[in-house]
């Protein structure tokens, strides 16, 4: 579905990634992990358009991509859940949901059933302005309009962060859903570890802007990625 080779970024002077390949199959999830500041975020950011790339290569459906903006690429079935989330506070649930329908086709300018079926709060909380939602319910709020905009890719930046354990296990099986339906390649940047492990199909573990583990996770020991990323935490 979507493959990126050898992708390197720079802030001005600073290099941040360095040389990533990363893959992102259908009806799979990918999961990217690592330490705070390693790159995870920028990789993401770089995937959805909102910052070019300096080199290397993005291939979508076997289509070479230049440097598209992020809304280009949305347009294309990119759909991006950053972390922190960006909800509008001042806006309604319903209304930030709307922000979605820009990149759709007028005639697809709907909420579908799906998205209330997956977080009813939202449809009980529809004309509540976002920012007076809990982070759970504002967590929800993002993923919810990531969805409307139809994604074929869904990149999902640190969603568990800060989040009660109940919506966290409501947004693992709204993942495991999109991933069993078999139409969407999905992208998961993570640090809660017993997450990651029963959701993840492939693995990319970062270190400094450079991957250090990748495969498959019938390639991988559990025992050995976690003691890949705990060794790094306490180094």
Request: with cysteine; aromatic share 4%; proline share 5%.
């Amino acid at each position: 579905m979507l493959t990126a080779t050898n992708l390197t970024l720079h802030y001005g002077g600073s290099q941040i990634l360095h040389g990533i390949d990363i893959t992102a199959r259908l009806g799979a999830v990918t999961c990217v992990m690592g330490n705070n500041g390693v790159g995870k975020t920028s990789l993401m950011n770089l995937l959805a358009g909102r910052h070019p790339r300096t080199g290397g290569e993005v291939v979508l459906d076997g289509k070479p991509l230049g440097r598209l903006s992020a809304q280009k690429m949305a347009r294309m079935g990119v759909g991006y859940v950053p972390q922190g989330r960006a909800i509008f506070p001042m806006l309604t649930v319903r209304e930030n949901m709307e922000t979605g329908f820009a990149c759709l086709p007028r005639a697809d300018r709907r909420i579908p059933d799906e998205i209330f079926e997956s977080f009813p709060v939202l449809a009980e909380m529809a004309h509540r302005r976002g920012g007076d939602l809990s982070g759970g319910q504002q967590q929800q709020l993002a993923i919810a309009r990531a969805l409307i905009t139809r994604p074929r890719i869904l990149l999902l930046d640190e969603p568990t962060e800060g989040i009660q354990p109940n919506i966290i296990a409501q947004i693992g099986r709204v993942i495991a859903a999109l991933r069993d339906q078999g139409d969407m390649a999905i992208v998961l940047v993570e640090q809660f570890f017993d997450f990651a492990w029963d959701l993840g199909d492939d693995f990319l573990v970062m270190e400094r802007g450079r991957a250090v583990m990748q495969g498959p996770k019938s390639s991988l020991r559990r025992e050995d990625l976690h003691a890949r990323l705990a060794g790094h935490a306490a180094a």
